[in-house]
């Protein structure tokens, strides 16, 4: 590990000042006797002044491109890299090899290649890495894991997942947003469900999965299915049938602007949301656009299945017409008696015995933080998972390092390559897939 630190709390530079390096510098907002942000680094001048303005952050450590950062003598402990999915391979290793630990967002990376490489700088230059794999350090999730080795459900058989995405705010991201286009983000496979086959992984732990299949598709959010006399902006759309679109930005974001509510995904929209800057953004910016008449590439529903050592199998459903957001359903069949669990704000595992007929439920309430209750609150414990590993200088509270994110990658983009290639795809045990 790097040497010893002088200061009694960690220092940070926030890389990509957008919604996720905003709500993981909050936790220095918290408690700021354990982090404290020293610099900044984003092209967009307003973001990085409400950081820099928010933490006084000195001028000259405010830069308009994380190279600039990177350039300079090492600044402080860590890193927050997040910014978008195709800028985090370059970053990280710039910064790794400089000698700064690092909270990475995922994707780690978009392909196999640049994981790879970010492994194995990070493996060199000996420093501490946490991706972003948030769910992973829940308490419902971990619970889930405890029961699953604990062998109260016998050998698993079967994991069957569904990540409800919501359909809202599946065509804010994957329709009108950031990662409508695959080339220019990433799978929606992989941005919004990696999380998941990261789960699958990590509750199937010892067990290697073997072969995998996905079929995917773009339903509904394409140009065939643009009702009649529609036009190309929900702003200029005819009363009688915006009126019946579920997907109108009127109702997603004007709506909510009047209401007076700024969160998000208004303040995605305009840097000061107000009914006003929501109108002009809907008029002339990608988040008026009809989600019947745009360019968006990437999936809106996806199955994976997989196979592991032993025989067990699991289904991941990624579902994006739904009515809750971000909602992740689990049921873990055992010889002995099954599990399941609704990630909500309040989860209960539920257990089921076969052979008692008893069941039990196990509350998994997570803690609430102002500002990071994201993901049910798991934004918070993954900040403070990271913030504890690099002041107590012990890796073994991180559970999402780069090489086993990794490892749950490579299981996406082997679906992927599966879906695209319409075939089951074998992986090997050193991780390569054919
Ligand atoms: N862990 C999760 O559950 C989760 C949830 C949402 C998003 N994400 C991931 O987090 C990342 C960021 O997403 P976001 O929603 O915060 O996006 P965002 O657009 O709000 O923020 C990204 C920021 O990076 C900045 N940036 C662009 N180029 C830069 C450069 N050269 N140097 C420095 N900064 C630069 C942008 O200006 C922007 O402010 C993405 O990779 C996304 O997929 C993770």
């Known amino acids: 590990m790097s040497e010893k630190r002088g200061n009694s709390f960690l220092t940070a530079i926030v890389i990509g000042a957008g919604i996720r390096g905003s709500i993981y510098a909050q936790y220095a907002h918290l408690y700021p006797n354990k982090l404290k942000i020293v610099g900044v680094a984003d092209p967009r001048e307003f973001y990085r002044g409400k950081l820099q303005q928010r933490f006084d952050i000195k001028d000259d450590n405010c830069f308009s491109d994380w190279s600039e950062a990177s350039e300079r003598d090492k600044m402080s402990d860590c890193v927050i890299i997040t910014t978008p999915d195709r800028l985090h391979k370059d970053p990280v290793v710039a910064f790794a090899n400089k000698g700064y630990f690092i909270l990475l967002e995922k994707p780690m990376a978009v392909n196999e290649d640049d994981c790879r490489e970010i492994v194995k700088t990070c493996q060199e230059n000996n420093v501490i890495v946490a991706v972003c794999h948030v769910l992973r350090y829940t308490p419902w999730a971990n619970k889930l894991k405890e029961l699953i080795d604990s062998g109260l459900i016998g050998e698993v058989v079967n994991i069957n997942h569904i990540e409800n995405a919501g359909f809202w705010f599946f065509a804010h991201c994957f329709v009108r947003g950031n990662w409508h286009i695959e080339a220019e983000s990433s799978s929606s496979l992989l941005a919004k469900c990696c999380h998941d086959v990261d789960l699958i992984n990590f509750w199937m732990a010892g067990r290697r999965c073997t072969s995998i299949s996905s079929f995917g598709h773009l339903s509904h959010f394409n140009k065939e299915s643009k009702p009649p006399g529609a036009a190309s902006r929900c702003m200029e759309c005819p009363a009688d049938v915006e009126s019946k679109c579920p997907y109108s930005a009127k109702k997603i974001y004007l709506d909510q ?26 008029k002339t910016g990608p988040y008026g656009v009809c989600v019947y008449d745009n360019d968006n590439d990437v999936m809106s529903n996806q199955v994976v299945n997989m196979q592991f050592e032993g025989g067990a199998t699991a289904t991941l459903t990624m579902a994006g017409f739904t009515k809750s957001v971000g909602e992740r359903e689990v049921k873990v069949y055992g010889t002995k008696g099954q599990l399941s669990c609704t990630a909500n704000s309040d989860p209960v595992i539920k257990h089921y015995d076969f052979l008692t007929g008893k069941s039990h439920e196990y509350q998994a309430k997570p803690k609430m933080v102002e500002g990071m209750k994201g993901y049910g609150g798991a934004d918070f414990y993954c900040m403070d998972s990271f913030v504890s590993s690099v002041t107590e200088n012990n890796e073994t509270t991180i559970s999402t390092g780069p090489e086993e994110s990794l490892g749950s990658h490579l299981l996406v983009f082997a679906a992927e390559k599966a879906r695209k290639e319409k075939r089951v795809v074998m992986l090997q045990p050193d991780g390569t897939y054919n």
């Open 257 to 282: 602007i009047k209401q007076g509510d700024k969160e998000f995904p208004v303040c995605v929209l305009a840097e000061d949301p107000t009914i006003e800057s929501v109108t002009t953004a809907l």
